[in-house]
């Protein structure tokens, strides 16, 4: 199994620029999460989706889109990316159930510039 | 809104030491908490999962505590070695996860 597979694992923009993250889990897992993490802030949840079809709003969704059309899929889209969102974006995916971790995958490494 | 603190931020230690490392969290309704380690520039892998029902988890030399009352977590590692450094982090499920900072972890050999 792979796992949770995030692509591509790094990139760099132009102010203004749209982009588009790719997030594939193959454990048939119902939740989906994206983060971003920053130096000093930690982990915060960008959007998260509890099955196909559905998203919602995490801790700092501004400037972000997602959608979750296939079960295994989650993408995160950046319109008009600007410098404050270069960061390292992850993607979590877990099942359903309080016992359930929650599995990573390895990061997109964005710049903004 | 559930906040999660890390204590301490970064921690050096030689190698063969027991260590504690501490997370504590303002809301006590969670489902669970969870201990991750990320490697520089990896992403994060779970360690130990605690249910907000249990009282604590072990894996190898890992022992993980919970004290739902008193807002609070440790991760215990016995006998440190230098493949341990990494930042460790804490997380609790309340919906849905919110994760504190970490702790950076250096075992010196």
């Known amino acids: 199994n792979a796992g949770v597979t995030q692509t591509p694992k790094f990139r760099v923009l132009k102010t203004g620029q749209s982009m588009t993250l790719l997030c594939a889990q193959d454990?048939?897992?119902?939740?989906m999460y994206w983060y971003r993490q920053d130096p000093g802030m930690g982990l915060r949840l960008i959007h998260y989706?509890?099955?196909?079809?559905?998203?919602a709003k995490g801790e700092v969704p501004d400037g972000y889109n997602v959608s979750r059309l296939k079960k295994q899929n989650f993408l995160l889209g950046l319109e008009s990316a600007a410098p404050s969102q270069t960061s390292v974006y992850f993607c979590?995916?877990?099942?359903?159930?309080?016992?359930?971790?929650?599995?990573f995958g390895s990061g997109t490494q964005l710049s903004v510039l | 809104k559930q906040e999660v603190t890390q204590i301490p931020a970064a921690l050096s230690v030689p190698e063969g030491e027991n260590l504690v490392l501490n997370c504590s969290f303002t809301?006590?309704?969670?489902?669970?908490l969870q201990w991750f380690r990320q490697d520089p520039g990896k992403g994060l892998t779970s360690l130990l999962l605690?249910?907000?029902?249990?009282r604590e988890q072990t894996s190898g030399r890992l022992n993980a505590s919970l004290d739902k009352s008193s807002g609070r977590s440790t991760l215990y590692i016995a006998a440190s070695q230098p493949g341990d450094s990494a930042t460790y982090l804490c997380?609790?499920?309340?919906?849905?996860?919110?994760f504190g900072k970490g702790t950076r972890l250096s075992v010196i050999a």
């Open positions: 979590a995916s877990r099942r359903t159930g309080d016992g359930e971790k929650l599995f």
């Open positions: 454990m048939n897992h119902e939740y």
């Open positions: 989706s509890v099955g196909e079809g559905t998203t």
């Open positions: 809301d006590s309704a969670i489902y669970n």
């Open positions: 605690i249910q907000s029902s249990q």
């Open positions: 997380a609790v499920t309340s919906t849905p996860l919110v």
